[in-house]
């Protein structure tokens, strides 16, 4: 893990230039008000995993793949497969829509708070409806379900985007799909290939708490730092609970050595 400072412009309170926001960050706020506040108005930003390339290559191959048959006009095999009646959606800005920190973008003027977020594919059906499609992969041994507590991330992100889609003027569909790869733990040997079962698995969104979300981030970026509080997926946040309970039992331990405050404060920083 690394940690790291975040290389945008921290938020000023009373800016009156447009603040950017992308898809992730809302996704954070949701998660700990107080990680949101600390990464936009100090840049400190949560300790980072190592990036899933496998899954990053995945989601490469798919674009591929469906590209192949947007050029048709024809939906992919999996799509009838699952019984999708739509083909992949054709514009000339899809690709600047895939870009990250391009994407689809917005500029919410009650906040003046410039949403975006990358997608990762859009279908649209006979009725000239977007359908938002968003590729994940993993390894289970089990079906693949969307009935984790941890997967309401996943739920939220596909709703934002159907928000930014519908800011920009177009007509969407409530009815989003994942496209579910998961590798197989199965088979016998590996033999440099790993076999994936692919599924589409429909979610019906709701983005109507995307509005109320972002006058709640605006208030939290004009106020002070908010206190160590609870994940909204229950329980409190792992890592200001981590940071704070080892910030503690630091000066629990140097006080042991009977150092002052200052000399504390600085020994923390090295």
């Known amino acids: 893990m690394s940690y790291s400072r975040t290389r945008s412009q921290p938020y000023k309170t009373g800016q009156k ?17 107080r990680c949101f506040w600390l990464d936009a ?10 990036p899933f390339q496998i899954n990053k290559a ?8 469906f590209d192949s048959y947007r050029l048709k ?20 800005n899809l690709n600047t829509w895939r870009t990250n920190f391009t994407g689809v973008a917005t500029l919410h003027e009650a906040t003046n708070l410039y949403v975006f977020g990358a997608v990762d594919d859009i279908w649209v059906n006979d009725d000239g409806e977007l ?7 993993t390894a289970k041994q089990s079906e693949i379900t969307l009935d ?15 928000w930014l889609l519908r800011q920009n003027g177009f007509q969407v569909n409530d009815t989003g799909y994942f496209v579910y790869a998961n590798g197989r733990l199965d088979l016998d040997s590996f033999n440099n290939r790993v076999e994936f079962r692919t599924k589409i698995i429909p979610y019906t969104g709701d983005a109507d708490w995307v509005e109320n979300a972002l006058h709640r981030m605006k208030v939290c970026l004009e106020g002070e730092m908010p206190p160590v509080g609870t994940a909204a997926m229950g329980g409190e946040c792992d890592f200001c609970t981590y940071a704070k309970q080892r910030t503690i039992d630091t000066l629990e331990h140097l006080d042991k050595k ?8 600085n020994k923390l920083k090295t």
């Not at 230039?17 to 008000?33: D, G, N, T, V, Y």
């Not at 995945?58 to 793949?65: A, F, G, N, Q």
């Not at 009977?258 to 404060?265: F, M, R, S």
């Open 17 to 33: 230039s447009a603040f950017k926001i992308s898809r992730s960050k809302i996704e954070l706020f949701m998660q700990c008000p």
């Open 258 to 265: 009977d150092i002052t405050v200052k000399q504390a404060l």
């Open 58 to 65: 995945i989601d490469e191959l798919l674009k591929k793949e």
């Open 131 to 137: 359908m938002v499609v968003d590729y994940k992969a």
């Open 73 to 92: 006009g024809k939906p992919h095999p999996i799509m009838l497969e699952f019984g999708v009646q739509a083909i992949p959606f054709a514009h000339d």
């Open 41 to 50: 108005r100090m840049k400190l930003s949560r300790p980072s995993g190592p």
């Open 148 to 162: 984790a507590d941890w997967q309401i991330s996943y739920k939220r992100q596909m709703e934002i985007y159907q």
